[in-house]
């Protein structure tokens, strides 16, 4: 028994393409590609930043602790270089910046990137004792006695680590170079 069709197969799947096309879309997925996603996210948050008042700088805090948390990926090239300026390339990595309202517009810039707040001594103290690594002739070098710190920063009249650790909490005249002296503070 044969079984006769009205059009040939061909022609049917092309009328049956047409009408796909001719369908309204119903239903779309809300799936935007992630570049696009992350601008204007940053464009969200550039809003938010224009709308919200600065924040001033507190008179009883010297230091900020700033931590890098979140990938750069497809960010603005703005953003790459401020967080490039500020904290290493690793994720998870700390250093300690000195508060001005400039560092504190930037760190407002890169707030979804990077975690900051202000330390105490005891944090400061336990952070150093415990991941604290120094910077000497671009090798990385773990505080194991006083001698790195007298050799290095003994001309700056920081001669163990308890000043050292003083001259970061309460900045002074040499707060830069001791600031330099340390190596990111791998968390």
Same mark, same amino acid.
């Given at each position: 028994?044969?079984?006769?069709?009205?059009?040939?197969p061909?022609?049917?799947?092309?009328?049956? #393409?047409e009408?796909?096309?001719?369908?309204?879309?119903r239903?779309? !997925?809300?799936?935007?590609?992630a570049?696009?996603?992350?601008?204007?996210?940053? +464009?969200?948050?550039?809003?938010?930043?224009? $709308? *919200? &008042?600065?924040?001033?700088?507190?008179? *009883?805090?010297?230091?900020?602790?700033?931590?890098?948390i979140?990938r750069?990926?497809?960010?603005?090239?703005? $953003?790459?270089?401020t967080?490039?300026?500020?904290?290493?390339? +690793?994720?998870?990595?700390? $250093?300690?910046?000195?508060?001005?309202?400039? =560092?504190?517009?930037t760190?407002?810039?890169?707030e &979804?990137?990077?975690?900051?707040?202000?330390?105490?001594?005891?944090?400061?103290? *336990?952070?150093?004792?415990?991941?604290?690594? $120094? +910077?000497?002739?671009? +090798?990385?070098i &773990?505080? !194991?006695?006083? =001698?790195v710190?007298? *050799?290095?920063?003994?001309?700056?009249? =920081?001669?163990?680590?308890?000043?050292?650790i003083?001259?970061?909490a309460?900045?002074? #005249?040499?707060?830069?170079?001791?600031?330099?002296?340390?190596?990111p503070?791998?968390?």
């Amino acid at each position: 028994m044969l079984i006769r069709l009205s059009k040939p197969p061909k022609q049917a799947l092309l009328e049956k #393409k047409e009408q796909r096309k001719e369908q309204e879309v119903r239903f779309q !997925t809300g799936m935007v590609p992630a570049q696009t996603w992350r601008q204007q996210h940053y +464009k969200a948050h550039l809003r938010r930043l224009e $709308v *919200e &008042p600065g924040l001033e700088v507190p008179e *009883e805090h010297f230091l900020a602790f700033v931590v890098h948390i979140q990938r750069i990926n497809g960010v603005n090239l703005r $953003v790459q270089r401020t967080i490039a300026r500020l904290c290493p390339k +690793k994720n998870f990595s700390g $250093v300690f910046v000195k508060v001005t309202p400039q =560092t504190i517009q930037t760190l407002r810039l890169v707030e &979804p990137y990077v975690i900051w707040g202000f330390p105490n001594l005891k944090s400061i103290w *336990e952070l150093i004792l415990r991941c604290g690594q $120094v +910077k000497v002739k671009n +090798k990385i070098i &773990p505080l !194991t006695d006083n =001698t790195v710190i007298e *050799e290095h920063l003994g001309k700056f009249g =920081t001669v163990c680590l308890e000043d050292l650790i003083h001259e970061i909490a309460f900045p002074g #005249k040499n707060s830069q170079v001791t600031l330099g002296f340390w190596s990111p503070f791998h968390l």
